[in-house]
């Protein structure tokens, strides 16, 4: 049988961590600016507070399942500021997950100390921490993703399954697909499961095999009951923006460009796990009593980021987020692992031999702390200056997709209209701009504000329909990235910009009145 299931902390410590979780989570959360998905995704569960017979199933014309977005609307109610609303539900999302974690852990053999330490991994390594504060899918799919995993491993683990055990990881693994398609890359991982048990034959893992796929055709049915919105079709449309046809990775050659991109991949869970818990995440194949989950956890992890990695056009580290809660688990593991071994095994050592090693473990530990520490406080005061991969320092700090300057024009609209009528012109149709502005008006006295996209970028001039809307407004301005404006009149003048970290494009706000 798997490890045996091991007692829970006490409830003082689990409740200790739950404080400090949505203290560390809470502080702060709106410092960072808003990013281009985020604004998408609270600006369509806008629209569905507005009229939800008309965009209920909207955001599936972009290829994505609506379960998310769903979550964020009775947010959008329960608090004023519509950012924090959002990113409220990754904290919580994020509280789950450190209590799923701990409970799989414990499921695998984990005892009590081994579940507090992976509690604590969840509160501050970078990867989960950046993703519990910040309005993305990802963490929500990881989270069903856990509840799957806590499903299936009581399926291998009892011969004789209980039937809502079945249906519950089925509906949890539905719900993952309605979070996002990628879901469908699970499902490999789910038999992996079955070989935790030791010394059984096929025959006698074939029940839970033949379970574990009864929940995993639950899922399916669950994802497939999308089809009853129009739009089912689009979600399948999108895949080829982010992926390389298959014929042409394994029949053109492109495999031999995506595996280049291999070592940065893994460079992606080096610095957002701490180079100590990556690492650690290996060491339980030298266990004798842990290497067999190590190897079920470590190939879960690859199984699942590879479709990504191997098909990948453009591959951001929050698409391959869900494999590090494999990592996680194996490195809460590992650790215990190596205590046994060195400290509770029956075999005598030297006192220095102890000593050695204990102050090596710490010293490593101390290295993933310190790194996680850092994260966090950049993220807490100092946003900007965050230590991202370079994919993601671009996408989150530096090009259009960042909301930096986003707060400022939300001011400077509020504070003109209540005086005059002003209309917005931004660049592009969704997205940072305008959904950026938009998201922070909902629900409030638009009577002397009109704000629209104008679908261009570059910005090479104002097209009509603009124009003849915003007939009879005292002031017009024009949002746009400096690096994308190209209007050559001089009827315009620099209100304010707020430029972005790394001499990277400003967020500009022009006065277009007199050109208009």
Same mark, same amino acid.
């Given at each position: 049988m798997i490890h045996k299931i091991q007692p829970q902390p006490s409830r003082s410590v689990q409740f200790a961590l739950f404080f400090l979780y949505l203290f560390t989570h809470l502080l702060n959360i709106t410092r960072f600016p808003v990013f281009a998905d985020e604004s998408i995704y609270i600006r369509w569960s806008q629209l569905i507070i507005d009229d939800w017979h008309r965009y209920l199933f909207f955001p599936m014309n972009d290829g994505k399942t609506p379960l998310f977005i769903w979550i964020l609307v009775p947010f959008q109610f329960l608090f004023r500021d519509h950012?924090?609303?959002?990113?409220?539900?990754?904290v919580l999302v994020g509280l789950l997950q450190m209590f799923a974690v701990k409970e799989i852990v414990r499921r695998i053999g984990g005892r009590p100390k081994t579940q507090i330490f992976s509690m604590i991994l969840i509160m501050i390594l970078p990867f989960w921490y950046f993703h519990h504060r910040v309005a993305l899918m990802d963490g929500l799919l990881t989270l069903f993703f856990s509840l799957v995993i806590l499903g299936v491993i009581h399926i291998v683990q009892n011969r004789?399954?209980?039937?809502?055990?079945?249906?519950?990881? =089925?509906? &949890? #693994?539905?719900?993952?697909?309605?979070?996002?398609?990628?879901?469908? &890359?699970?499902?490999?991982?789910?038999?992996?499961?079955?070989?935790?048990?030791?010394?059984?034959?096929?025959? /006698?893992?074939?029940?839970s095999l033949l379970w574990i796929g009864a929940s995993a055709v639950i899922g399916i049915v669950i994802f497939a009951l999308l089809r009853v919105s129009p739009s089912f079709g689009q979600l399948f449309h999108r895949g080829?923006? #982010?992926?390389?046809?298959?014929?042409?990775?394994?029949?053109?050659?492109?495999?031999?460009?995506?595996i280049q991109n291999f070592p940065s991949y893994f460079y992606y869970f080096i610095v957002y796990l701490t180079p100590p818990?990556?690492?650690?995440?290996f060491a339980g194949l030298f266990s004798k009593t842990y290497r067999r989950t190590t190897v079920c956890l470590l190939l879960a992890a690859f199984v699942f980021a590879f479709p990504f990695m191997f098909f990948g056009k453009m591959v951001y580290a929050r698409y391959l987020f869900p494999s590090a809660l494999f990592l996680t688990l194996s490195s809460a593991l590992s650790l215990q692992g190596m205590y046994d071994r060195f400290f509770r095994s029956s075999v005598e050592k030297e006192m220095w031999h102890k000593t050695g090693i204990g102050v090596a473990v710490a010293l490593v530990l101390a290295n993933?702390?310190?790194?996680?520490?850092?994260?966090?406080?950049?993220?807490? #005061?100092?946003?900007?200056?965050?230590? &991202?991969?370079?994919?993601?320092?671009?996408?989150?700090? /530096?090009?259009?997709?960042? =909301?930096? =300057?986003?707060?400022?024009?939300?001011?400077?609209?509020?504070?003109?209209?209540?005086?005059?009528?002003?209309?917005?012109?931004? /660049?592009?149709? &969704?997205?940072?701009?305008?959904?950026?502005?938009?998201?922070? #008006?909902?629900?409030?006295?638009?009577?002397?504000?009109?704000? /629209?996209?104008?679908?261009?970028?570059?910005?090479?001039?104002?097209?009509?329909?603009?124009?003849?809307?915003?007939?009879?407004?005292?002031?017009?301005?024009?949002?746009?990235?400096?690096?994308?404006?190209?209007?050559?009149?001089?009827?315009?003048?620099?209100?304010?910009?707020?430029c972005r970290p790394n001499h990277a494009s400003c967020l500009q706000v022009w006065d277009i009145t007199h050109f208009v």
């Open positions: 950012l924090f609303a959002a990113r409220f539900v990754s004789r399954v209980s039937l809502p055990v079945i249906v519950t990881t =089925g509906i &949890f #693994f539905g719900l993952s697909f309605w979070t996002k398609i990628p879901a469908l &890359f699970f499902l490999p991982v789910l038999p992996l499961f079955s070989f935790l048990p030791k010394k059984r034959t096929f025959t /006698e893992r074939l029940p080829a923006d #982010f992926t390389y046809p298959l014929g042409d990775v394994l029949f053109h050659g492109k495999w031999l460009t995506t818990i990556f690492f650690l995440a993933a702390i310190s790194n996680s520490l850092l994260f966090m406080g950049y993220s807490l #005061f100092q946003s900007d200056l965050i230590p &991202f991969v370079s994919s993601d320092r671009a996408q989150y700090l /530096e090009d259009w997709s960042s =909301g930096h =300057g986003i707060s400022e024009t939300v001011e400077f609209i509020q504070k003109q209209a209540q005086t005059k009528k002003i209309a917005v012109a931004t /660049e592009g149709r &969704f997205g940072t701009l305008p959904d950026g502005l938009l998201l922070s #008006f909902h629900r409030q006295n638009l009577k002397n504000i009109y704000i /629209e996209g104008t679908g261009q970028y570059p910005v090479k001039d104002i097209p009509d329909f603009f124009l003849k809307k915003a007939v009879g407004y005292d002031q017009i301005i024009l949002v746009v990235n400096s690096d994308r404006m190209q209007m050559t009149s001089q009827d315009r003048s620099l209100v304010f910009q707020v």
